[in-house]
Nanobody, 125 residues
Framework: QVQLVESGGGLVQAGGSLRLSCVVSGRTFSSYAMAWFRQALGKEREFVAA???????RYADSVKGRFTISRGNAKNTVYLQMNSLKPEDTAVYYC???????????????????WGQGTQVTVSS
């Protein structure tokens, strides 16, 4: 059983920063691609950022240059550093993981097998 646990959400003023963390546990760690998605109230879940096992990354255009996805040295942790936050970044942020070949970056939510419970990020204007 694979489990993902997010942390780091909260309330921040526009222009501020937050760092989200996601820890994967529950089985021998293999080649996981990981990503962050978000879902604002009344909207569909959308892709934010993804990272492959080999550290390749992809970003949504709306966060490019402001958000950075990274993995810890043990690779079972993924981070999302969010800078220059805007009110439109307000959403529940979800961490996701899927077993893939090392070079693959996965950006489609339907391809992910494991999800965290989500963490709320609220950006006030």
């Amino acid at each position: 059983q694979v489990q993902l646990v997010e942390s780091g959400g909260g309330l921040v003023q526009a222009g501020g920063s937050l760092r989200l963390s996601c820890v994967v546990s529950g089985r021998t760690f293999s080649s996981y691609a990981m990503a962050w998605f978000r879902q604002a109230l009344g909207k569909e879940r959308e892709f934010v950022a993804a990272i492959s096992w080999s550290y390749s990354t992809r970003y949504a255009d709306s966060v490019k240059g402001r958000f950075t996805i990274s993995r810890g040295n043990a690779k079972n942790t993924v981070y999302l550093q969010m800078n220059s936050l805007k009110p439109e970044d307000t959403a529940v942020y979800y961490c996701a993981a899927v077993l893939t070949p090392a070079l693959v970056v996965v950006t489609h939510s339907g391809q992910y097998d494991y999800w965290g419970q989500g963490t709320q990020v609220t950006v006030s204007s």
